[in-house]
């Protein structure tokens, strides 16, 4: 098993994922077909790979860059999963 370890501090991972997802993937990618899909991005390369679920995108990346330091994004979202509780409330 590999043991990959970070090369940047989370603040500069997230702005380098950031920053490639909208100058690079973005324009790349049908947002209205891929919508909640997940996107994982090498921010070294800028290479990435698409799917349904983060685990995958990211073996796809590992297969094609063993090296990758992946940022994931879940397409048309500003995170890959949501905190906290929906309301219970029911409509009438």
Known sequence: MTIRQPRYSKEEFAQRG???YQS???Q???EEIDRGK???IDIETGAFEIADKP???VDRLYDRY???QPWVI???HRAV???GSQSLKTTA
């Open 55 to 57: 685990i995958a995108a």
């Open 66 to 68: 063993p090296d990758a």
């Open 28 to 30: 790349q990618i049908d």
């Open 74 to 76: 879940r397409i048309g």
């Open 18 to 20: 950031d920053e490639i």
């Open 38 to 40: 997940i996107v994982a």
């Open 81 to 83: 999963y949501r905190f």
């Open 24 to 26: 690079q993937v973005r």
